[in-house]
């Protein structure tokens, strides 16, 4: 756990192909089922402080309390993501910390020194920021905000994968407005 952010609650791996890296997930790992949405609806998206409309397409499943996420990218907008796999890289590229007192978080770690990358919404009360901080890969900071719809379905998407049997391993993301 971290004395300044509490438990890392999601890991994020950059792929090249999403839906072989889910049946690796669900098949040889067991992980699942996974919750798919072949272009995430990002609102107020910016990447060093230019607005930008990217296209990722994005699946999440709990193993246990913590997230795993995978990300593709779907078009050539610039962002922490496609800076990773440009630099020959995919694999684990971040790890996210949930909050639901996000503005105080932040104000928090920007004080501490934290310098902010990349940022966006997924729906109503749910913010994000990643922060400049890889040192090695895997090291990027996310702080993602769980008050809205998108906290809703984290934890649908848990609960989805604590009893589940293999079966429908793929599924839609459920829709934000009706959470």
Known sequence: ?????????????????????????????????WFYNPQVPIENYQYAGERYQPHNSVALANSGFVQVELIQVRNDVPSMYRDFLRAGRTGLQHVAYWTTDYDADLQRLLAQGFKPQMSGEVGKNGRFIYFDTEYHPGTVIELSEVMGPKGKM???????????????PVRPFPDLNTL
């Open 1 to 33: 756990m971290s004395r300044f952010l509490g438990e890392i609650r999601q890991l994020g791996y950059v792929v090249d192909d999403i839906e072989a890296a889910m049946q690796y997930w669900s098949e040889t790992l067991g992980v699942g089922p």
């Open 154 to 168: 984290f934890d649908l998407i848990r609960a989805a994968s604590q009893d589940w049997d293999g079966q429908n």
